[in-house]
């Protein structure tokens, strides 16, 4: 029996050890795929650094760039587009003006009754319809036959508030935010889409002769006064309330930013100058790049994959459509090389696009103790039933990478313009002030990205100009900015005009 006993004793000890060895070695094994998250992590941190010299390198890049825009068509990855808008509104404007705002996934209309200076706006009624995934890559007359068609519904619910005199027909400012040669003020070709879209027989056409040929289809009678970027619209309506806003940006679902330039600095401008001696400059800033910026492995990928691989280089690192994705992407790489969520890949991580800006926002803004929205949206997103705190603190610190190194290379793209103006520093011992009118739901809902970017801003600027510099959210800037220029333009007011000289 003894014999037995040590047998059994034996047996039980090497069944002992080898459960504990078996132990140790997923330990050793879970350990080592949490150094790899870390290790991916830190990697990824280090290559999203945005130190205070590399964001001056950004900056002085975008001068540069913004110099060589003006002197030649072609000149700059930078568009420097002439938008033939040399007097922005005064505040004067009066009567009733529709806008259309195209710009991303969702579009507006909008009409607005303006009452002059004492007054202002007086009353603004406004639709939003989102455009269906479709349209976004099919045929031009598709996508415009769809846009009219829900501006003619709206323009059959006005009420007794808007009320055109005999005789005068409706008047619009079109909003259209993808890069556009312009040709005169209400006109302009489609130079290339951007933000998702790619409807090839829309290139090279002027878009506001799409949009009346699908009006006179319908039996519309509306006449475009005003063919603007939604960043020309955000600056026209900064200035409409503030006549020191001097530059425009939208952060959104994509960016741009315009800003007003001295005339005589636009070499490629061979018309004769505005009396205003002024015009406002569409930079399309989203295709800058540069060697200085930031680029992850995760950022060339997401490139390559996209409609326009090389182009759209900054607004792929900064703007709303694509945060989300580049979070999916790293999230992605731990989950493949590190068993992030578990053995098993989640198949809901492998889908492009599935973790949008907003949910990343969200996650990012999560201040309870366990992370619970967090959790929550790994779980309904991705379907991830179960997340351990220290995974969801990985979440947050990937959020805070990506929202801090496009908070503060947008604030390096403004302190590039303000240097090109000379806002950047002070003048005979006194600092000019200028105003930033910001637009799109990345500035106003993100705070941690829009606060990033104006401490950012400061943080370039220094205590003393930054007092003169400020920054201010111009809501729906770009679809009233529209009416507004609509209403500066209008064929009435040149009548107007005409009749009191002659």
């Not at 009396?275 to 540069?290: A, C, D, L, Q, Y």
């Not at 800037?477 to 002659?502: I, K, M, N, P, R």
């Amino acid at each position: 029996m003894g014999k037995v006993a040590v047998a059994t004793t034996v047996v039980c000890s090497v069944a002992v050890c080898a459960a504990a060895a078996l132990i140790v070695r997923r330990r050793m094994k879970s350990s080592g795929k949490w150094a790899r998250v870390i290790e991916i992590l830190k990697a990824f941190e280090e290559d999203c650094a945005t130190p205070i010299a590399k964001l001056r390198q950004v900056a002085d890049a975008m001068t540069v760039e913004m110099h060589a825009g003006l002197a030649s068509e072609g000149g700059s990855k930078l568009k420097m587009l002439i938008s033939y808008v040399d007097n922005l509104p005064s505040g004067d404007e009066t009567g009733f003006f529709y806008a259309l705002d195209l710009g991303g996934t969702n579009f507006r209309v909008m009409r607005v009754l303006l009452g002059g200076k004492q007054d202002r706006v007086v009353k603004r009624e406004f639709k939003e319809e989102s455009i269906p995934p479709h349209l976004m890559t099919g045929k031009s007359h598709e996508l415009f036959d769809f846009i009219v068609d829900v501006l003619a519904k709206f323009v059959a619910t006005e009420g007794e508030d808007f009320h055109l005199p005999p005789g005068r027909q409706r008047e619009l400012g079109f909003t259209f935010s993808f890069p556009v040669k312009q040709i005169s003020l209400s006109a302009g070709t489609l130079i290339n889409w951007t933000k998702g879209f790619s409807i090839d027989d829309a290139v090279d056409k002027d878009v506001v002769g799409e949009l009346v040929k699908a009006m006179e289809r319908v039996g519309l009678d509306m006449r475009v006064a005003a063919l603007v970027n939604d960043t020309i619209g955000t600056l026209a309506g900064g200035r409409y309330t503030n006549p020191d806003v001097v530059v425009a940006v939208i952060l959104g679902t994509g960016t741009n930013a315009a800003y007003v330039e001295r005339a005589h600095a636009i070499p490629k401008w061979h018309g004769l100058l505005p009396k205003s001696g002024e015009m406002v400059i569409n930079m399309e800033w989203g295709n800058f790049r540069s060697s200085h910026l930031p680029l992850t492995e995760y950022d060339h990928s997401l490139d390559l994959d996209s409609l326009n691989p090389g182009e759209q280089i900054l607004e792929k690192i900064i703007s709303g459509m694509y945060l989300g994705e580049i979070l999916r992407r790293v999230l992605l790489k731990m989950a493949e090389e590190a068993a992030f969520f578990g053995d098993i890949v989640p198949p809901k991580l492998k889908i492009p696009f599935i973790l949008r800006t907003p949910n990343m926002s969200a996650m990012h803004s999560d201040t309870s103790p366990d992370l619970k929205v967090v959790g929550s949206k790994l779980k309904d997103i991705l379907e991830v039933p179960n997340s351990s705190l220290k995974m969801r603190k990985v979440v947050i610190s990937l959020c805070n990478i990506i929202a801090s190194r496009g908070a503060r290379l947008s604030a390096a793209g403004i302190y590039g313009i303000l240097k090109k103006i000379g806002r950047d520093a002070t003048k005979d011992g006194e600092a000019q002030k200028s105003v930033i009118a910001m637009d799109g739901g990345l500035f106003e809902h993100y705070t941690q990205f829009s606060e990033s970017m104006k401490s950012s801003l400061k943080e370039l600027l220094g205590d003393e100009v930054s007092e003169s510099v400020e920054v201010i959210l111009s809501n729906d800037g770009s679809g009233v900015g529209a009416a507004l220029l609509a209403a500066s333009h209008s064929q009435y007011l040149e009548l107007e005009d005409d009749f009191e000289t002659s």
